[in-house]
């Protein structure tokens, strides 16, 4: 029996994930850009050699289908493993609007190979945590990662790949959490409605690689006005693929559209704050760390409650013995 631990951070998309080539691989249509966050951060402790496999999230038994994904995962790292028990705690509220299934998956892949003995290069642990959920690849990095398209049928070349590290630029992500409730359509069926019916998907694909080389360009130059544009043109862009998909999907509350037209008074009063959500209400502003506090007052009336996050650094793992 081996015990390890591993510690990660999630992480926003900067240029957006939406979309698979491949479900059964979980391999994406689009590359992404992310910037991982400090602060919140999931805590994994695998024990490679148990009575039987459990998995145990937040204190609790997990429900059925999170723990399938997660023993999903330890096969796919090794077929005759033993059982396993594995233990998960997020520092932040799982309805915080933030992706903690990108930190869950990234700290899980670390913990089980290192309890496991298996020293696997960063990148496969990224392809095994890309399989539990796609923008966990990106979380295997601290600040600023881009997630390889790739070309191979197999996906092996599909995993992030570290931009720039944390401290390259201070930038913050003022995260406004309009609702904490679950989203009514999760990403992958909501990607798979996208690609059947909406007549913008084709366009959102073919954007998808200038759109990460633009926000890669941005960040490699500490472009704030370029990085935030592209940002904004890659979320919009995503979200009109939404909604016009067939049903909709419309993620937004009014809360969102009132963080969206503060932060363009807050640029037409010079403040440079740019706009991004996810499959879900919640509004985060790209910004420097000197405008942080004034985008959080800003957004503060239309929201429950808002987070200031400076980019976080890498995962760390221990094996305990
Ligand atoms: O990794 P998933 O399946 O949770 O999908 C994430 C999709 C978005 O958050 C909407 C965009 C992204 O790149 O993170």
Not at 91 to 116: C, T
Not at 187 to 192: A, K, L, N, P, Y
Not at 226 to 233: D, I, K, N, P, R
Not at 251 to 264: D, E, K
Request: net charge neutral; aromatic share 6%.
């Amino acid at each position: 029996m081996v015990r390890a631990v591993a510690v990660a951070h999630p992480n926003i998309a900067l240029v957006k994930y939406w979309g698979k080539r491949d479900t059964a691989l979980n391999l994406p249509a689009v590359p992404s850009l992310s910037l991982t966050l400090s602060r919140f951060h999931t805590r994994t402790e695998v024990t490679w050699g148990a009575e039987a496999d459990r998995v145990v999230f937040n204190g609790a038994d997990a429900d059925t289908e999170t723990a399938r994904k997660v023993l999903a995962t330890l096969d796919r790292l090794d077929r005759a493993r033993p059982p396993c028990l594995v233990e998960t705690v997020n520092s932040f509220p799982s309805a915080a609007g933030l992706a903690s299934s990108a930190s869950g998956f990234a700290a899980l892949v670390l913990a089980a190979a290192a309890a496991a003995g298996n020293d696997l290069p960063r990148e496969q642990l990224s392809v095994l945590a890309r399989q539990g959920s796609g923008s966990a690849c990106r979380s295997l990095w601290g600040g600023f990662v881009e997630w390889k398209l790739g070309d191979r049928a197999d996906g092996t070349d599909s995993h992030g790949v570290p931009v720039a590290p944390a401290d390259h630029w201070d930038v913050r992500m003022v995260v406004g959490i309009v609702s904490g409730n679950k989203k009514p359509v999760g990403s992958t069926d909501g990607m798979d409605r996208s690609r059947r019916t909406s007549p913008y998907y084709d366009r959102w694909v073919r954007l998808g690689p200038e759109r990460v080389a633009a926000g890669r360009d941005a960040v490699l130059r500490r472009d704030l006005e370029a990085l935030g544009t592209v940002m904004e043109s890659s979320t919009f862009e995503m979200h009109a693929t939404m909604h016009t998909s067939v049903p909709p999907l419309i993620y937004w509350l009014p809360g969102t559209v009132a963080c969206l037209h503060a932060v363009q008074a807050l640029r037409r009063g010079g403040i440079g704050a740019w706009a991004t959500m996810d499959a879900g209400p919640n509004v985060k502003v790209l910004c420097l760390g000197s405008d942080a506090e004034s985008v959080a007052a800003a957004l503060s009336p239309h929201v429950d409650r808002v987070e200031i996050l400076s980019p976080g650094g890498d995962p760390t793992v221990e094996v305990l013995g």
